[in-house]
């Protein structure tokens, strides 16, 4: 079953706005981490947030996790065209296997 | 960081022909590497777990035989798509986790776009 389905599937917004992307997953967890693809690239790790934890910060990223209702978002703030990009989240299990989303394609417009 | 590098980048092959993709750690060992596959507009799928020294770990409905693995050192990881048919072009990505390192943390090589014709 499919595990991390972020939301929205797109985002479109103006250079400087904040962005936010949800997740949200079925099982237990280890920890939840986001990860970004340049469109035909690699991921980039971007943040891991521990399942004990609930708010986590990276220069311009704010990553929360809430297990409670098995889910987590991440804000990008003050967004540059440069930070357009494929966003996913990746859920991990006991045995360090990541399930991924479906991800969120940003567009920042300059 | 940690970096980890796949070759071939992209590569065109002619149906039934077998392609073989290297994924390598270049600055870590890993005793674990995991191969990914990722269709046009879709998230990554898992397709089997690489453990050095031993056999694979397939995921549910990733035929074993048409995807050899091979993990025959601490720094490299081979996929072998075998009788490759234009159903298997995709976008091919290995990961793999620093043995030394936050065990959590997954490093993510650059992808092989496979296209089969």
């Known amino acids: 079953s499919q595990q991390g389905e972020e939301d929205p599937q797109a985002l479109s917004i103006q250079e400087g706005e904040n962005a936010t992307m949800n997740c949200s997953y079925k099982t237990s967890i280890n920890n939840l981490q986001w990860y970004r693809q340049n469109s035909g690239r690699g991921l980039v790790h971007l943040i891991l947030?521990?399942?004990?934890?609930r708010e986590k910060h990276s220069g311009r990223l704010r990553v929360t996790l809430d297990t409670s209702k098995k889910s987590s978002s991440l804000l990008i703030t003050a967004s540059r065209a440069a930070d357009t990009a494929s966003y996913f989240c990746?859920?991990?299990?006991?045995?360090?296997?990541?399930?991924f989303g479906k991800g969120t394609l940003l567009t920042v417009n300059p | 960081g940690a970096v980890v590098s796949q070759h071939p980048s992209r590569v065109i092959c002619k149906s039934g022909t077998s392609v073989k993709i290297e994924c390598r750690s270049l600055d870590f060992q890993a005793t674990t590497m995991f191969w990914y596959r990722q269709f046009p507009k879709q998230s990554l799928m898992l397709m089997a777990t690489s453990n050095e020294g031993s056999k694979a770990t397939y995921e549910q409905g990733v035929e074993k035989d048409k995807f050899l693995i091979n993990h025959a050192s601490l720094t490299l990881s081979t996929l072998t798509v075998t009788s490759a048919h234009p159903e298997d072009s995709s976008f091919y990505i290995c990961?793999?986790?620093?043995?030394?390192?936050?065990?959590?943390?997954?490093?993510f090589g650059p992808g092989t776009r496979l296209l089969v014709l």
């Open positions: 990746a859920t991990d299990d006991s045995n360090y296997k990541l399930t």
């Open positions: 990961s793999a986790r620093d043995w030394a390192g936050a065990q959590e943390t997954q490093y």
């Open positions: 947030i521990r399942s004990n934890e």
